[in-house]
């Protein structure tokens, strides 16, 4: 069990990783604590997930569980004060970039783990990769995160490769989202029926994907007529780039995670 945990930074993340764990009975509320730096986001949590809150980092040697969901500009900061957490507690850094290396030489008695969620966790909609150091049991950890959707345990290094797909590809999908959008109203759509259209197809695209197991390659021709008018419309796509776009907005997004974890 994750016993007494405290999650130290509660942003867009952190914020979805404890609403979906306190929501699934995975962490109890009376044994959670937060650490965030303003007195008043302190209190709006306080208030809103019923949890014990602080601006300053309390004695660790009392959790069980800590959780690491600031920026990984941030972390190391964070890591340098952390000298009180007891031998064999379980530490989940979130942080893009900062390997299990950099956590070990920090806190050498933890159990260590890193875990690269994504935004969708805020809806139960999430896909998290996660690692483990030294070959730790996962099961526990694995619970927490599978209450804010889908879980792939992996390497290390599959775990920054995911980072740079899944963790970071809900702005991907945003952008497309939004493109598409646009391109609706160019078309003479309303703007909120335009939105309301591409998001639909998305997601109903993405769970045709998923239920099916069947390769989108596959999926793209059960739609794509010859001569028709969904082929002239991903024949202009690919002309623009939009295949090679996307692929090299993944490897420029692993670049800079490699980056950050110097």
């Known amino acids: 069990m994750l016993g007494k945990t405290v999650c130290i930074g509660v942003g867009a993340m952190g914020g979805a990783l404890l609403r979906g764990a306190l929501s699934q009975g995975i962490l109890r509320r009376d044994n959670v604590s937060i650490v965030v730096r303003r007195p008043e986001h302190r209190d709006e949590l306080v208030d809103e997930l019923g949890v014990t809150g602080f601006v300053e980092l309390p004695d660790m040697a009392q959790f069980d569980t800590i959780i690491l969901a600031v920026k990984p500009q941030v ?8 000298s009180s957490v007891k031998a064999g507690a379980t530490v989940i850094s979130v942080a893009a970039g900062v390997t299990l290396d950099t956590l070990r030489k920090a806190l050498p008695t933890a159990v260590l783990y890193r875990a690269m969620p994504n935004t969708p966790a805020s809806i139960g909609c999430g896909m998290t990769a996660l690692t483990a150091d030294n070959g730790a049991d996962t099961i526990h950890v694995e619970a927490l995160f599978n209450a ?6 992996v390497s290390e290094a599959d775990l920054d490769r995911l980072g740079a797909l899944s963790g970071a590809g809900p702005g ?3 952008v497309i989202l939004d493109a598409l959008a646009d391109a609706g109203v160019r078309i003479g759509l309303p703007r909120q029926l335009a939105i309301k259209a591409a998001a639909q197809t998305m997601y109903g695209a993405g769970k045709m994907a998923l239920e099916s197991s069947t390769h989108p390659a596959i999926l793209r021709d059960q739609v794509t007529s010859p001569g028709g008018t969904t082929i002239a419309g991903i024949g202009a796509m690919e002309k623009g780039g939009l295949r090679s776009a996307l692929q090299d907005g993944v490897v420029a997004c692993l670049a800079r995670s490699n980056e950050l974890g110097k």
């Open 172 to 174: 991907y999908m945003f």
């Open 148 to 153: 804010v959707g889908e879980v792939a345990v």
């Open 75 to 82: 972390l190391p900061s964070v890591l340098s004060q952390l």
